[in-house]
C-alpha cells in the first residue's frame, strides 16, 4: 500500500526539510508485525456512526417509510454496512492501523420518530431497538453485515459490537410499546442513586427493561406478529426453546435479550462487545452475557478456523457513564454503593476522563495512567477517547489543536478511541444542530479530498499525522500495553517497555518516542538503556534508519516527531 499522495506536503507544513519529504516512501507501512501479537490492551479502536460514516447502497437510504423529515442532524443520512466495507477494501482503516472497528449497534430500530425535546429524531444511532434479532434495512442486510464482519477479519481488523441491555426505542404510532411484563415506563431516573439509577427510565418515553427479574414472560406480541409475517417465527422459537433447555434459564427478559445479543456472535464472529448504559443495569447482567457471548465466539472459532483472528478469548467493554481511569475498580454509585465493573465481565472501561486529563501536559497525563494500569488495574485496561457520539463536552470540538490531540490519545497508555473524524478534525459543534445532533455530522470526505484549512493546519495533512502514530501503535503494543518511564525532559522522550508471558512463550517489546521536536533541526535523541550502542533502529515517523552511537539517535531529519524502535 502506497502512502498518501499528500504525505510529502503534509512533513513541508510541519516545517520538514525535503530531505525528509524524499525519503516518505521509506515511512514504515502497518503490515503484519513478525512477533508482536495483537492485544485489547493497545487496541486502536474506531467508533463510528454507521449512519453518519459511508453510504456504499443509496437503495436503503430510506427503509420502513422513514421520512427526510427531521430536525437538523437527526435523520437517517444514508450510511450503511456497505460503505463501511468499502472503505476497509480502500485500505482507509489500515492505513490509519486500526485494528478495531466498534460500530453502533446494527438492530433494527424504531421505524417511527420521536421529539426528546431536541426536535423530531429517528433512531439512526441504533440505541432505539425494534427487534435485536434483524439487520436495520437503513445499513443493510444480514448479508451486508457477514460481508463487513468477514471482511474486516480479512483486514486484519476485529470487530466490537455496540449492545443494549437497558431499554427498546421510544414508543410511537408504528412502534408500541413493550409488555409491562417487559419493561417500566417510569418513573424516569434521577441518579442520585442505585434504585434512582437502574430501577427507572432514562429520559420519558424509553421503556426500560426489567433485567432484574426473573419471571418467566412470553414472547411480545409485536415481535409474534413481526416473526409470522417476515416468516421466522417458527426458526426463532425453535431457537429459543434450544436456549433455555441448554441453560436452564428462566424465560426472563434479560435472557431473551443475553441469547440475542451472543447469537450475533455466533452467526456473525464478531470478537467482542462494548456495552451500552451498563451502571442503568444489575452488575450481574453483564457477567451472565459475557458467559454466554464467549461459549458463541469459542463455538465461531472452531468452526471458521480460515477466518479468525488469532485466539483471543471474547473482550468486552464498558460505558459507565463519567467513570474516570481515576476510579480504577472501584465507582461510586451513590447511596454508599460502589461497583467494581472489571469483577462483572469486562475486560475494559470507556474512560471519560481523558478528555478533562488531556489538558494536562505529556508527562503528568502518561505517567498517571500507566502508574494506574500497572498498579490498580493490572491485568485489565481502559478505552480512552477525547470525543465521543454523546459527551457534550469533547477535547477540542473546534478542531484547534488535532496534533497535540493525536499526540495524546495515541500515545497515551491504555487502548485508544478514535471517533470517526477525529483524525480529519470533523467538527463537533455544528451551528443550528441540538444536543448531541452535533457531535455527529456525516463524515468529512469531502475536506479530505480537498485538503481544507482547518485553524494553522490542513485536514489531509491532519489525517497523516494521526496515521503515522496510528500505524506505530499497531506494530507496537509497547506504546498502549507497555510500562512509561520519561527519558528526557528536553525534548520530551520516553520509553515503553511491555512484556507478555503466555503459553506460547514470552512476547517483548520496546520503543522510544520524542514530541514537539524542534521544526527547523534534528536533535539527538536519548534511548540509553533501550537501544545499545551500534544497533540500527527505525524512525517511524520518517522511516529514517540511524545507529546508536553513545546511547543517542539522530535521523538527521527535522520532524515534530520521532517513533523509534528496532529495525
Wanted: hydrophobic share 40%.
Amino acid at each position: 500500500m502506497k502512502l498518501p499522495v499528500l504525505a510529502a506536503s503534509m512533513l513541508l507544513a510541519f516545517g520538514i526539510g525535503s530531505g525528509a519529504a524524499a525519503q516518505t516512501r521509506n515511512v514504515p507501512e502497518l503490515g503484519k508485525p513478525a512477533g508482536k501479537p495483537f492485544v485489547w490492551e493497545n487496541a486502536t479502536v474506531y467508533f463510528l456512526l454507521t449512519d453518519r460514516f459511508n453510504n456504499g447502497d443509496k437503495a436503503n437510504d430510506h427503509a420502513y417509510g422513514r421520512k427526510d423529515d427531521a430536525a437538523k442532524l437527526r435523520g437517517f443520512m444514508g450510511g450503511d454496512l456497505a460503505g463501511i466495507t468499502a472503505r476497509i477494501k480502500e485500505g482507509y482503516f489500515k492505513d490509519l492501523g486500526v485494528n478495531a472497528i466498534w460500530l453502533t449497534p446494527p438492530v433494527e430500530q424504531i421505524h417511527g420518530s420521536t421529539d426528546e425535546g431536541t426536535g423530531k429524531s429517528y433512531g439512526f444511532h441504533g440505541y432505539w431497538a425494534k427487534d435485536f434479532t434483524a439487520v436495520d434495512a437503513n445499513l443493510g442486510s444480514e448479508q451486508d453485515f457477514r460481508s463487513f464482519v468477514e471482511t474486516a477479519h480479512a483486514n486484519g481488523i476485529r470487530v466490537i459490537l455496540d449492545v443494549v441491555m437497558n431499554h427498546t426505542g421510544p414508543v410511537t404510532a408504528q412502534d408500541p410499546v413493550w409488555p409491562k411484563e417487559w419493561v417500566r415506563t417510569g418513573p424516569a431516573c434521577t441518579y442520585k442513586d442505585v434504585p434512582t439509577t437502574v430501577d427507572c427510565t432514562l429520559v420519558k418515553n424509553l421503556p426500560d427493561f426489567l433485567t432484574n427479574s426473573n419471571a418467566n414472560v412470553a414472547l411480545p406480541p409485536l415481535l409474534v406478529a413481526k416473526w409470522k409475517k417476515e416468516g421466522r417465527y417458527e426458526r426463532e422459537v425453535k431457537e429459543l426453546d434450544a436456549f433455555f433447555k441448554r441453560t436452564g434459564y428462566p424465560r426472563a427478559p434479560r435472557y431473551y435479550l443475553i441469547k440475542w445479543h451472543a447469537d450475533w456472535v455466533r452467526k456473525y464472529g464478531v470478537d467482542g462487545f462494548r456495552a451500552d448504559t451498563v451502571k442503568h443495569t444489575e452488575p450481574g447482567v453483564w457477567k451472565e452475557l459475557k458467559q454466554e457471548a464467549s461459549l458463541a465466539y469459542e463455538e465461531w472459532k472452531r468452526a471458521n478456523p480460515a477466518k479468525r483472528l488469532g485466539n483471543l478469548p471474547f473482550f468486552m467493554t464498558s460505558e459507565v457513564y463519567n467513570y474516570s481511569i481515576h476510579h480504577g475498580r472501584s465507582f461510586d454509585m451513590g447511596g454508599n454503593v460502589k461497583v467494581d465493573w472489571l469483577a462483572n465481565g469486562f475486560d475494559s472501561m470507556i474512560n471519560f476522563g481523558m478528555k478533562s486529563d488531556a489538558t494536562q501536559g505529556y508527562e503528568k497525563l502518561f505517567s498517571d495512567y500507566s502508574q494506574a494500569l500497572h498498579g490498580p488495574m493490572k491485568g485489565y485496561s481502559v478505552l480512552n477517547y477525547l470525543s465521543s457520539h454523546d459527551d457534550g463536552s469533547p477535547f477540542d470540538p473546534a478542531r484547534q489543536r488535532p496534533i497535540e490531540s493525536a499526540n495524546k490519545l495515541m500515545l497515551a497508555p491504555g487502548a485508544a478511541q478514535i471517533y470517526y473524524g477525529d483524525e480529519t478534525a470533523r467538527l463537533l459543534n455544528i451551528e443550528g444542530a441540538e444536543g448531541d445532533a452535533k457531535l455527529r455530522s456525516f463524515m468529512n470526505w469531502d475536506e479530505l479530498a480537498a485538503n481544507t484549512q482547518r485553524g494553522i493546519h490542513r485536514v489531509a495533512e491532519v489525517r497523516e499525522h494521526w496515521a503515522r502514530l496510528g500505524r506505530f501503535r499497531a506494530a507496537h503494543p509497547a506504546v498502549g500495553a507497555g510500562v512509561h518511564q520519561m527519558l528526557a525532559s528536553s525534548p520530551y522522550t520516553f520509553k515503553r517497555i511491555w512484556q507478555q508471558d503466555g503459553k506460547d512463550g514470552t512476547a517483548s517489546d520496546r520503543v522510544v518516542v520524542a514530541l514537539d521536536l524542534p521544526k527547523d533541526k534534528a536533535l539527538p535523541i536519548q534511548v540509553a538503556g533501550v537501544f545499545n550502542d551500534g544497533q540500527t533502529v527505525r524512525d517511524w515517523y520518517t522511516g529514517q534508519r540511524a545507529v546508536v552511537t553513545g546511547g543517542k539517535v539522530n535521523f538527521g531529519v527535522p520532524a515534530p516527531a520521532a517513533l523509534i524502535a528496532l529495525d
